[in-house]
């Protein structure tokens, strides 16, 4: 059972790989919650004041640095911990956009609390079938592609009609259905990192031989 899971958590390396465009979304995320935390057009029972301080402190270092990253990406994206900053950045943002989401939806903090268990339940359950699956030999994954498909299936005019209505409650249904589908990216980020663990998992159930192979095809192409 084990060995599945690792090898579901193997899946997951091919959404998370650390790219030049990982770090361009991270940087404008970040940029994006530097100037509306620097503002100060958050109010402190979203965020208190001490905690607000500290974000513009993160989000001004992490823009800098990520800027940095841009700009020598050359010669930084092959080092160890490239990418550690995009990790960070990645969970701090989750908590950023918690307060955020609670002034735009104006609900309070348990209801976003229980919408934060939901999507960590679900993905949870996603891994669980996954790895059952994977254990059980099976190709066929009828369950998880019901759980990817049903977001698309509910959340699209789920978020049509919040649009049309302007009605909180469909726009609260409709961040917490997409929120359970980015998390199949977000909480498993920090793959990303080069790791022993990643490296581990694709010496182990990486493609093999693949020297050989590509001298193969090179030398049956020159026949």
Not at 78 to 104: D, L, M, P
Request: aromatic share 18%; glycine share 4%; charged share 15%.
């Amino acid at each position: 059972m084990y060995k599945s899971f690792r090898k579901v958590q193997y899946a997951f390396l091919n959404i998370t790989t650390y790219t030049k465009f990982e770090n361009t979304i991270v940087l404008c995320i970040n940029g994006f919650f530097f100037a509306i935390l620097a503002i100060g057009t958050i109010p402190e029972y979203a965020i208190s004041s001490g905690t607000k301080q500290w974000l513009v402190y993160f989000y001004g270092i992490s823009v800098i640095l990520l800027a940095c990253e841009r700009i020598f990406w050359k010669k930084l994206h092959n080092k160890q911990w490239a990418g550690i900053v995009e990790v960070i950045s990645n969970y701090i943002n989750v908590y950023t956009s918690f307060g955020i989401f609670r002034i735009i939806l104006d609900v309070s903090e348990s209801a976003m609390l229980v919408g934060l268990i939901l999507v960590v339940l679900y993905y949870v359950i996603f891994v669980a079938f996954c790895t059952w699956y994977e254990y059980r030999g099976k190709k066929e994954r009828n369950i998880t592609k019901y759980m990817i498909y049903m977001i698309a299936i509910l959340g699209t005019p789920i978020t049509l009609i919040a649009y049309f209505t302007d009605n909180e409650s469909f726009y609260s249904i409709g961040i917490l259905i997409f929120s359970m589908f980015f998390s199949l990216k977000v909480i498993p980020y920090w793959l990303i990192l080069d790791t022993p663990y990643r490296r581990n998992l694709i010496k182990e159930f990486g493609p093999k031989d693949i020297d050989k192979s590509a001298i193969f095809v090179s030398k049956k192409k020159s026949k």
